[in-house]
């Protein structure tokens, strides 16, 4: 009996601690369930998430780069614009009964525009012949005044008159004709071909001459 009281005066404390919290506790409240999971493309948490485009949506236009400013300059052919031309070269006397000499020419031109032009053309010959057909080194001057047509094209005729002197080795001045045609190869180099017309009324003569020139233009 003793012992049964003893066991009995124990037991409550152990108790106590098996089943009542030794510190005051509460009750926790239930957590709300997880949010369901969005996947990243979903436009509505990332802007940039793609989406196919329905034919009902407006797409805009495509970015087009600005167009650059006209800044270059407008070509000018300057063959319609007046301005001088200048010309120095050589050539050869002959083709007319004459004898073959060296000449110097030169040309002092202006040309007005695409269709016209004039031009001073002066020649000195290097070599003669008498009047009774002997040849000597006394030399002869000519200077035309011509024409010129079309004179920056690759055909350019012309026509004109103008002095000679010591035609035949008379050592007088005439008067002359002049025709020819330029025949201008490239920007700077021409060759000319014309034909000459003295008047000798001193020796009631006349004279005919031909020339081939390649001259330096610029």
Do not use: C
């Not at 319609?80 to 020419?105: L, M």
């Not at 290097?126 to 030399?139: A, W």
């Not at 000319?192 to 001459?209: K, R, T, V």
Request: proline residues 11%; aromatic residues 10%; charged residues 10%.
């Amino acid at each position: 009996m003793g012992v049964s009281v003893a066991l009995a005066a124990a037991t409550p404390s152990v108790f106590a601690q098996g089943l009542v919290p030794l510190a005051p506790w509460h009750q926790v409240a239930p957590q709300a369930p997880a949010a369901s999971w969005i996947p990243f493309a979903d436009p509505r948490v990332n802007p940039l998430a793609w989406r196919p485009v329905s034919r009902y949506d407006a797409v805009p236009p495509p970015q087009q780069p600005e167009a650059a400013l006209e800044t270059t300059v407008p070509v000018v052919d300057p063959a319609t614009q007046p301005g001088p031309i200048f010309g120095i070269g050589t050539g050869i006397h002959s083709f007319a009964g004459d004898r073959t000499s060296p000449v110097v020419t030169g040309r002092l031109g202006y040309a007005f525009g695409e269709g016209f032009g004039v031009s001073l053309r002066p020649t000195y010959i290097f070599l003669n012949r008498d009047l009774q057909g002997v040849d000597n080194s006394d030399g002869a001057f000519q200077m035309p005044l011509t024409l010129d047509l079309f004179p920056r094209a690759l055909f350019s005729p012309y026509i004109g008159a103008g002095l000679a002197t010591n035609t035949d080795t008379s050592h007088t001045t005439d008067a002359m004709l002049t025709g020819g045609m330029d025949l201008n190869l490239v920007r700077h180099l021409s060759l000319g071909l014309n034909i000459n017309y003295i008047f000798q009324p001193a020796q009631n003569d006349s004279d005919w001459e031909a020339m081939a020139l390649l001259y330096f233009r610029f």
